[in-house]
């Protein structure tokens, strides 16, 4: 992990990101989300491999980046991962900005949560 601007971590994943190694990473997203950083950088240059699991680690680093008002960007993704990425609709959740957390304010064209 590059911690020299601490507004804009950046993990790097490689290897292959599946059931079993995505627990401790989502741990390690938890924990970088709770420190509200302008910017998470994910650095995908060693990636070899992602299923399902990965997806979701994805997502729900998007979903709390969304609740903590930080972006989550994606660098060095390789093309099998850009793929699944476009496939499953997860590009288009990235591209969003952030939310404003404030009660009853929702994005346009989105759902207001009760």
Not at 21 to 30: F, V
Not at 99 to 109: E, I, R
Request: hydrophobic share 45%; no cysteine; glycine share 8%.
């Amino acid at each position: 992990m590059d911690r020299s601007d601490p507004a804009v971590p950046v993990l790097v994943v490689g290897g292959d990101l599946a059931y079993a190694t995505a627990t401790p990473l989502r741990a390690e997203i938890d924990r970088l989300l709770a420190a509200r950083p302008v910017t998470l950088v994910f650095d995908f240059g060693d990636l070899q491999f992602m299923d399902s699991t990965g997806l979701s680690v994805i997502v729900h680093a998007w979903r709390e980046g969304q609740h903590a008002g930080t972006t989550i960007e994606l660098r060095s993704v390789p093309r099998f991962l850009e793929t699944i990425l476009d496939l499953t609709g997860v590009t288009g959740l990235l591209d969003r900005s952030p939310v404003d957390d404030a009660p009853g304010l929702a994005a346009p064209g989105s759902a207001a949560s009760a």
